[in-house]
Nanobody, 126 residues
Framework: QVQLVESGGGLVQAGDSLTLACAAS????????AGWFRQAPGKDRLFVAA????????SYADAVKGRFTISRDDDKNMVFLQMHSLKPEDTAVYYC???????????????????WGQGTQVTVSS
């Protein structure tokens, strides 16, 4: 069983940058695609970004494309989300997740992910 712990959230102003980190413990991190999702109050948990198990494919939600970058470091068992030009509508709890099945290309469906972190709050003030 993989455990995920996010960090790096906080309160920032519009236009600022922030980098989230997700540390994974347990087996099989390096053969699983990873993703970031976010959930605003009263809203569904939505896809933000995903990276394939090899790290050679990434995908992004339209709302963050060009501003966010997902990456992974398999030597350190970590996944990162670099966020630039933050907007108030980016305010949410951000969750890191790993796909249920190995060797994935990075899904946008939260039902394809089986391991989740506890989330980290990102608040962007205007």
């Amino acid at each position: 069983q993989v455990q995920l712990v996010e960090s790096g959230g906080g309160l920032v102003q519009a236009g600022d940058s922030l980098t989230l980190a997700c540390a994974a413990s347990g087996n099989a991190f390096s053969i699983r695609a990873a993703g970031w999702f976010r959930q605003a109050p009263g809203k569904d948990r939505l896809f933000v970004a995903a990276v394939s198990w090899r790290g050679d494919r990434t995908s992004y939600a339209d709302a963050v494309k060009g501003r966010f970058t997902i990456s992974r470091d398999d030597d350190k068992n970590m996944v990162f989300l670099q966020m630039h030009s933050l907007k108030p509508e980016d305010t949410a709890v951000y969750y890191c997740a790993l796909e249920k099945l190995p060797y994935g290309l990075g899904s946008e469906r939260n039902t394809d992910f089986g391991s989740w972190g506890q989330g980290t709050q990102v608040t962007v003030s205007s």
